[in-house]
């Protein structure tokens, strides 16, 4: 545990310049894990707001940080983890020496975690506790034909990782904007339940109003990521077409990614005893 | 061994009472009472009691809104937050003024970088690549108008507008770039929020610019 009395967690994540609720369950993640002590320090950074990728590189004194663990809180691998974050940051790869004497390490982005696959299926569950499983669609949404993202594959991943569990009547990875579309959901399900869980890292636009004017329990302009956009969280289950619908919030805002945080920068900083 | 947090802090608050738009006052106890400079005799305050309070203090000006952009001049009125400690003090800066302390550290260290404007734009890739077109007169123009300390930004800016050392903008006054100076105008012993590089919302007014998008 030595090793941690002189390692900090950079937690590195998008942010947003319209959205307040972007960057909340970065922070809240990094509060946490301060509040557990592991580290030297704990920290944040984001690509739009404070402080920025650009400022991290100043955020830990060489003299007393001697490691750095960057643990991207992104869904998947793509343009930000990989081109974006290392360039702001000047990583040259997995392991950084700089000039000051300190290392950095570059992590895995969250999404890719193996304990993601859990964590989707207890928000399923805690989403609709009353409802046995076999009864249930589990509907997994990611955004789809993102500019060099890969949470479409991310999310078909996660979906069949959940199905191989037989424990759900069906699993399915939709999308936002390509086919399986969230719109469709009454064709693509059969069962007289049907649990929506958005991957996501944050809510805001796309979980508060988009993905609800998709699945139809809203109206167009009836809620915005700056207004209530939370509340459709706790109206459920709504009833449609004799089905009920229930709606989660993005999985990124459950508290155990901290604990996915947590093991990622661990791994990163070649300190995890379960590595190989 | 001193807490290296209140050695910090006693560091960069030495015979200062201010940072930004925030009155710092110390208790007897060896706490500390914060408030919105303009609030310093304004006793119809919300009172708060933890650091963790200046996130939502900090997320909304007066008027609702969100505030993308935490140095700049419109942090909201009417709170007041006592605060145990030197350890709580450092959190609540760095909640109303996300790495503003650190970037105070490096400097006094003399390990803070600039970078100047034109090395900035010409990083970026995918949609804000197109910034880097930006003429030296636009930026003299975006760079005057985003991050004056009136309506714009309270940062002192550091960086250069390129490599032969170009002014950022002749538009801004001398005082922009010296971190003596109070931004706020009020002229009291404040603590610099410093800017060694320009952000994400100036590389956007940038692109703008180009993209000839601006609603000046």
């Given amino acids: 545990m030595e090793h941690r009395l002189s390692t900090a967690l950079l937690i590195v994540a998008h942010g947003s310049t319209v959205n307040p609720d972007s960057s909340a369950p970065t922070l809240a993640h990094a509060a946490e894990i301060r509040r557990r002590d592991l580290f030297a320090d704990v920290q944040c950074a984001f690509w739009k707001e404070e402080p920025s990728l650009r400022d991290a590189r100043f955020l830990f004194d060489p003299k007393t940080i001697r490691k750095v663990s960057v643990v991207p809180n992104f869904i998947s691998e793509g343009y930000f983890t990989q081109t974006v974050i290392p360039r702001e940051l000047e990583l040259n790869g997995k392991v950084t020496r700089r000039s000051d004497g300190q290392t950095w390490y570059y992590g895995e982005p969250v999404g890719n975690h193996s304990l993601m696959t859990e964590l989707l299926v207890q928000r399923a569950r805690e989403t609709a506790p009353d409802i046995p499983e ?34 759900y009547a ?4 939709v999308y936002m904007e390509e086919f399986p579309m969230v719109s469709d959901w009454r064709e693509l399900t059969s069962t007289p339940h049907v649990v929506v869980v958005p991957f996501f890292i944050s809510d805001g636009l796309h979980s508060y109003e988009d993905i609800p004017v998709l699945l139809g329990i809203a109206g167009k302009g009836s809620d915005s990521a700056g207004g209530q956009g939370g509340d459709f969280f706790q109206r459920g ?3 449609i077409d004799d089905r009920s ?9 459950d508290p155990r990614v901290a604990d996915i945080i947590v093991q990622l920068a661990s791994r990163a900083a070649g300190a995890d005893d379960s590595e190989n | 061994m001193p807490d290296p ?19 710092i006052q110390r208790t007897p106890l060896a706490g500390f009472v914060l408030c919105h ?25 007066d008027d609702g809104n969100y505030r993308p952009l935490k140095t700049a001049p419109n942090l909201r009125h009417g709170w007041r937050l006592n605060l145990a400690d030197a350890d709580q003090l450092g959190r609540t800066i760095d909640y109303f003024y996300p790495g503003r302390l650190a970037m105070i550290e490096a400097w006094n260290q003399n390990r ?50 390129d490599g032969e050392g170009g002014v950022a903008s002749t538009e801004l006054p001398p005082e922009k770039f010296d971190p003596g100076f109070d931004q706020t105008g009020k002229n009291r012993r404040a603590v610099p929020l410093l800017c060694q590089e320009g952000c994400s919302l100036l590389v956007n007014e940038c692109r703008e610019a180009v993209k000839g998008e601006t609603n000046e």
Wanted: glycine share 4%.
């Fill in chain 1, 134 to 167: 076999n009864e249930i669609s589990l509907l997994i949404v990611a955004h789809g034909t993102d500019l060099n993202e890969n949470s479409a594959v991310a999310a078909k991943r996660e979906a069949e990782k959940i199905r191989a569990l037989g424990r």
């Fill in chain 1, 170 to 173: 069906q699993v399915l990875n």
């Fill in chain 1, 237 to 239: 289950p709504y009833r």
């Fill in chain 1, 245 to 253: 619908l229930f709606y989660a919030s993005s999985i990124g805002t």
């Fill in chain 2, 5 to 23: 947090t209140e050695t910090t802090l006693a560091t960069v608050f030495n015979n200062r009472e201010a940072i930004g738009q925030i009155l």
């Fill in chain 2, 37 to 61: 400079r303009d609030d310093q005799t304004n006793d119809h305050v919300e009172t708060f009691a933890q650091a963790e309070d200046a996130i939502e203090i900090a997320r909304y000006d």
């Fill in chain 2, 112 to 161: 803070l970088i600039t970078t100047s404007l034109r090395d900035t734009l010409n990083r970026q890739s995918g949609m804000y690549r197109i910034a880097a077109k930006i003429s030296d007169e636009q930026i003299e123009e975006v760079v005057g108008n985003f991050c004056r300390s009136s309506d714009g930004c309270l940062r002192t800016i550091l960086w250069k507008r």
